[in-house]
């Protein structure tokens, strides 16, 4: 997309530094005060409005807002509340630093916004550091008004790099599906792609057979999915862009939960081919079909490592669905949920590998639940009666999954520490399985 | 004293040098006198005696030879005239026998002169050797007195040296003595000052012992109040800031290190780095912490605010 975003000139206040330098030498040794213990808490951010120098016509979207809720969502930042803004400075020099001191804000981001002659949008905007009164970063984009939503997104997702030293992942797509009711009251399976905050859907296949388990290929190109046309469960691969799609896995009985390995050259799927639902590998290249399982019981939902040596799997072969792991060359499987209740499944593992999202069941309740892979530790995220389909996002700070809520089923995501939770979209009816598609170069 | 003696000795000795060699004079000088003097004279009487006979010999042998012929004539004339001669010459004769007898009689009166001469220079060199010899003794003895009374002078030297030294001795002990004394005295006076001293300055000592035991004492009550309070204080402030320091999603293991300058209200009015945690972002947070944690519990009491808090080092380790 046409948004990209260049840093631009540093601007920082004058400081007296010389009375730094008038520290007296004292005749004990200074004094060492031991700070052991620290809170984990959002950081403080005010994002002021990005206005025009001039009288400008009305601009579609709101950057600033837009920004704001992308950072609080994380569950990494604690927004301001735009009615809360002691002022709205635009330039540098307007900053009252004292102002967003007492509000403890350490960090504010001021901005301008400027039509161009080709009817784009110039955006500025500075990363501000309020008690040392210094500007940490400052940036320009330009941005057709179509695409003002990405921009924004795309200046979230520098913000969060700055302040958390880890990618954003604001500016990225995702994938599900919607059932809705025709006026037949028929069921219409849609596969959806959207912004990461549910805005801009755009359907990329509709079916009156279900259309189930999304999954995006590394490169973000293609999507491979299952869908039951012709009353027969098939896996295709679809290029998002081209609208192109290719039956990979339509053998008798069961082809489903595609899961694309790391390097984007395999695919592991669940297949009844030889009689029971066993994990296989296929080779998109040569179209060579690997076994991983062989077990009378269900083993589905495989999910690749990101070092591409491992997938993870939901089996019953213990009596209760619980998460084994295999190596994707094939071996021995090994169950991973050990002690954490009866019901453990469709795992997904973290974009660093440390982590495991999965479905876990508890008092009859299915929850979303984030396994650490290194202490197995299982810490679980959400309360709602019915959550499903967790997917990590691409920067492993978030975890998108579909709950039961008051209208339906809905698109949430979590923070991975739990605290910030978010229904994303506004769309009513039923949603489904949803993917979150890898960072955009 | 050795030199002193030493002296006396050599003194002593040129003594009875000069004594020696004025008997060694005498003794030498007195042969000379009495050995050749009187062989001398003896000599002189014989050689009187030999020249009278052979001058008369010779006139009697030139008057046989004068001639025969003449001889009766002569010997008439002769006759008479020796008859004169003869009555002469007997004149002559008696007269030369009276002078003979008077000269042997003057020989003799010589001889018995020189006799007694000679005895009497016997006499005399006897007189003289006994005089000499008394004279000698005498010197002898006087010598042996000089050396006597030289030797009693020397012994009385000695004695008197010996009575000088023995007093001086004597003196110099009693002075030494006095002084030992005196010495001792004087020490004993100084042990004793210095003992009152010593005992003086244990008293002082003692004394500032206490003092400084209750001033110790005091001063470590109030350091230990100090302590307590600082201690109190440090907790607050690290409680204080460890509300604000927010650690979220920072990678653990991190340490970081400001200086912070406070005022006694204990607002912070600068924070430093001084040993960076190399994540820039830890860094920031700790330095955020420390200005929303401003104003610091300090303690409201000035001394304490000065000595401890005016300037602190803060160090977050949150990972402990």
């Known amino acids: ?441 | 004293m050795r030199a002193q003696r030493t002296h006396y000795s050599r003194a002593f000795l040129c003594a009875i040098a000069v004594h020696v060699l004025a008997l060694v004079l005498v003794v030498f000088s007195l042969p000379f006198e009495a050995l050749y003097k009187p062989a001398a004279s003896h000599k002189a009487v014989m050689q009187a005696v030999v020249v009278d006979r052979s001058v008369l010999e010779k006139e009697l042998d030139r008057s046989r030879v004068a001639g025969r012929r003449e001889q009766e004539e002569e010997r008439q004339k002769k006759m008479v005239q020796q008859r004169r001669e003869a009555e002469k010459e007997r004149g002559r004769a008696v007269a030369a026998q009276k002078q003979r007898e008077a000269e042997e009689k003057a020989r003799v009166e010589k001889e018995k002169q020189q006799a007694s001469a000679r005895e009497k220079q016997i006499e005399k060199e006897k007189r003289l050797a006994e005089q000499e010899r008394k004279r000698e003794q005498e010197k002898k003895r006087l010598q042996e007195e000089r050396k006597r009374v030289a030797q009693e002078r020397q012994e009385k030297e000695k004695k008197r040296q010996e009575t000088q030294r023995r007093e001086q001795e004597k003196r110099r002990q009693e002075e030494q003595k006095r002084k030992q004394e005196e010495q001792q005295q004087r020490e004993k006076e100084e042990r004793k000052r210095q003992q009152e001293e010593q005992e003086r300055q244990q008293e002082e000592a003692r004394k500032a012992a206490l003092l400084t035991e209750l001033a110790a004492e005091e001063a470590e009550q109030q350091q230990q109040a100090d302590a307590e309070q600082v201690n109190d204080t440090i907790a607050r402030i690290s409680d204080k800031l460890a509300q604000y320091f927010n650690k979220a999603g920072l990678p653990p293991g991190l340490v970081c290190r400001f200086r912070v300058r406070t005022v006694p209200s204990g607002e912070v009015v600068s924070a430093q780095v001084v040993e960076s945690s190399g994540n820039t972002l830890f860094d920031r947070q700790c330095e955020i912490a420390t200005q929303k944690a401003s104003p610091l519990p300090v303690p409201p009491e000035q001394r304490l605010f000065e000595t401890y808090f005016r300037e602190v080092d803060i160090r977050f380790n949150p990972w402990e």
Do not use: C
């Open chain 1, 1 to 441: 997309m046409g948004v990209a975003v260049t840093p631009i000139k540093r601007n920082t206040q004058t400081l007296a530094f010389f009375l730094a330098l008038l520290v007296s030498a004292k005749a004990h040794a200074v004094i060492t005060i031991e700070v052991t213990k620290g809170v984990e808490s959002a950081l403080p951010i005010a994002i002021v409005p990005f206005a025009s120098d001039t009288q400008i016509a009305a601009v579609p979207v709101d950057i600033a807002q837009v920004v704001s809720t992308d950072l609080a969502g994380s569950g990494r930042f604690n927004t301001l509340p735009s009615a809360d803004l002691p002022s709205q400075p635009r330039r540098f020099a307007e900053i009252q630093f004292d102002d967003w001191r007492r509000l403890g804000m350490e960090n504010l981001v001021i901005g301008t916004l400027a039509p161009t002659a080709s009817g784009d949008y110039e955006i500025e905007f500075r990363v501000v550091d309020t008690f040392k009164a210094t500007q940490l970063a400052g940036y320009q984009i330009v941005s057709p008004p179509d695409d003002l939503r990405l921009a924004a997104h795309r200046i979230a997702d520098r913000i969060y790099e700055l302040l958390t030293g880890e990618p954003g992942a604001f500016a990225t797509r995702i994938s599900y599906v919607t059932v809705a009711k025709d006026t037949r009251a028929k069921a219409v399976y849609q596969l959806q792609l959207a912004d990461a905050d549910g805005y801009n859907p755009k359907t990329l296949l509709e079916s009156a057979d279900p259309i189930l388990s999304p999954a995006w290929s590394p490169d973000g190109r293609k999507l491979a999915y299952v869908s039951f046309e012709g009353k027969n469960l098939t896996v295709y691969v679809q290029h998002i862009a081209t609208g192109h799609r290719e039956a990979v896995a339509a053998g008798p009985g069961i082809n489903s939960a595609p899961a694309w390995s790391a390097d984007g050259g395999r695919l592991a799927m669940t297949l009844s081919r030889d009689g029971n639902p066993e994990i296989y590998v296929l080779s998109l290249a040569g179209r060579r079909l690997q076994r991983l399982t062989d077990d009378p019981a269900i083993d589905t939902e495989p999910a690749w490592s990101p070092d591409g040596r491992l997938i993870a799997f939901t089996s019953d072969r213990g009596g209760t669905p619980q998460v084994y792991q295999v190596a994707a060359n094939g071996g021995r499987p090994e169950r991973i949920t050990i002690g954490m209740g009866p019901y453990n499944a469709r795992p997904s593992f973290s974009h660093d590998g440390r982590l495991m999202a999965l479905v876990h069941a508890e008092g009859g309740s299915y929850r979303i639940a984030v396994l650490d892979l290194g202490s197995r530790g299982l810490r679980v995220l959400t309360d709602s009666r019915l959550d499903e389909s967790p997917s990590f996002a691409p920067n492993g700070n978030m975890i998108i999954y579909a709950t039961v809520g008051s209208r339906g089923t809905e698109l949430a995501a979590v923070s991975v520490d739990g605290n910030v939770r978010q229904r994303l979209g506004a769309s009513g009816g039923e949603v489904r399985e949803p993917a979150w598609g890898p960072l955009r170069r």
